[in-house]
């Protein structure tokens, strides 16, 4: 149903190292780490962030299968993306032609660096959902972005609207599922027909998501007056995160690692 | 209409490591007419199998026979309809009618045949048709709403009814009423399959009732056969209807009484029996026999305030014992009042105010206990 095809990246609730660093540390490795990949330019370079992303992976005890499932779609635009630049990107040592279309060594090596790249950010990026709480990361956020408060930026309010949102993606979902089958049960058919008819046969379907919505949103916000929420002002966690000098030493690797990318592009 | 589901299996998000199974080799026959609840603790598959019945979801493995027909298509589904849980959670209708129309629309009804079918469905549920007709369903109460929800899966004129925990949100008032047209329902002739957590429900009004656990039928059969499977019944998280602990107890305790009643009507009729096969002394006797007075200090004396938390840390069962008595009691003395009121047993609703007081005034401690886990 729909819930499992748009989850990704989904927390995957394991103990690693991975899971124990401090989620400003990630959240910045992550950052680094995509920077990093487009300032790369050669195999070696593209070679070596692969194998620390495998390390990566394998540290975070998340299994293949886990990351695979939220990387389907993104795969199969790295596909596209692939076979489009192979056919378009121009080269010297063309292999094949026929009109405007042609194969050289370069599109393939080219189309399959665009391709590893961009599975690797996707995949590093899934990796950071995968092993933090989505209350982690938005905690996090809202760290990272206190500084910003100085020039009038709601870090705390941008935090807890994401956190909010992030939380009630699942459920809305199941709720969707859920509202889907019951107008099914109805005889509702839902997306077929001409054009009109298919648009019309969703309001079934959003009419109640709504609805329910706005309940939601009604509940939650009467729940969070009753705990006399006032927003950030003064409010305490219950889990304060420590940085560690572990974090450091992660943190510390990948600006090396970015460094290193640097120098490798202006000696090449 | 038959609906014979033949070693069924289903399994929830196949292929994935939070792959669950549902439903495992389940088994049924259920023929046109019948009355049917369907038990089981949460989790235990009932609201799979009321959507596979429904034709939403296809088994994993395993057939679903609709009559005799061996190629169930989505015309065949037709004639099987289905209340979910909590159902105004689906309504979109500008009007009530537009909302009951809804189903029957998209079955084919022509549009002229609609405002008849929506009128005739509004009947059935006492809901007045030219009074709500234009009323936003959104607008009416919640025991209105739940009306017209069922009303929406009457007017596409079902041959089976499933219903979904009908009765779960529903004052006392409103609950009696669905009992009252669920049973209606079936005597025009509908097959109803009744999803329910409340085993007085069950035992009162389901002539066959179907008890699951972890997607597996465990017991299959009339309310006197199921629930006389008391270990089976507990091993799925699941308690007897209080009445027939009520008699079970009484025998127990040396009562001669048969101890198969299911319901508080039969239970009555049980220790009525009992108690008018002897004259006044040797009642007094019998009961004190029983229950007697003395039992009856030391418990009260045992239930003062400052053995609350004692009591509190009681498993269900000692809870039971501990209440049982006075409730028992209560409940014989009451008994044999009406007894000697004169020979003739009570008319039915006086069996109801007279034997329900003492039930349902002080706290049913299995269920209570149970449902907090």
Known sequence: ?268 | MRLIIDHVNYIYEEGTITETAALHDVSLTIEQGEMIALIGHGGSGKSTLALMMAGLVSPTSGSLLLSNHDRPDASLFHSVGLVFQYPEQQMFGQSVFEEVAFGPRNYGVPEDYLPARVRQALEEVDLPADEFWHRSPFLLSGGQKRRVCIASVIAMNPRVIIFDEPSAGLDEAGKAWLSALIRRLNSEGRTVIWITHNMEEAAEHARRIIVLEHGKVVLDGTPQQVFAEEDVLRRANLTIPYAARLVRELKRRGADLPGQAVTVEHAYREILSWLQRRDAAAQEMEIDKIISSDEMESLRSSLRPESVDAEESLSDDEQWERRTAEELRTLVLNARETAFVGPNPPAEDQIRTDVESPLSSSPQPAQGGKEDV
């Not at chain 1, 709601?154 to 939380?167: D, G, V």
């Not at chain 1, 409010?235 to 450091?248: C, E, F, L």
């Open chain 1, 1 to 268: 149903m729909f819930k499992e095809k748009l989850l990704i990246g989904q927390y995957y609730a394991v103990a690693s190292p991975v899971h124990r660093l401090d989620a400003r540390c990630k959240i910045i490795v992550t950052l680094i780490y995509m920077i990093t990949l487009f300032i790369a330019n050669n195999w070696l370079a593209w070679a070596t962030l692969a194998i620390v992303f495998l390390l990566a992976l394998f540290l975070s005890r998340v299994p293949l299968k886990s990351l695979w499932r939220g990387l389907k779609v993104m795969a199969i635009f790295c596909i596209i993306t692939v076979v489009i630049n192979i056919f378009v990107y121009p080269g010297e040592h063309i292999l094949w032609s026929w009109r405007v279309l042609s194969i050289s060594t370069e599109g393939i090596s080219h189309g399959l660096a665009m391709g590893l790249r961009l599975l690797l950010l996707v995949a590093f990026a899934s990796l950071l959902t995968l092993t933090t709480t989505p209350l982690a990361l938005t905690d996090g956020l809202e760290d990272l972005m206190r500084p910003l408060e100085r020039i009038h930026v709601p870090a705390h309010e941008i935090a807890m609207m994401t956190s909010i949102a992030l939380r009630f993606v699942p459920t809305i979902l199941e709720e969707f599922d859920h509202i889907v089958l019951a107008q099914k049960a109805r005889g509702a058919k839902i997306g077929e027909g001409k054009l009109i008819q298919r648009l019309m046969s969703f309001i079934p379907l959003m009419v109640p998501l709504f609805v329910a919505a706005f309940r939601r949103a009604d509940d939650l916000a009467q729940a969070m007056e009753a705990k006399c929420y006032r927003g950030g002002k003064g409010r305490t966690r219950w889990k304060v995160s420590v940085w560690h000098r572990y974090d450091t030493l992660v943190l510390a690797f990948f600006i090396l690692l970015m460094a290193a990318a640097i120098v490798c592009r202006s000696i090449m």
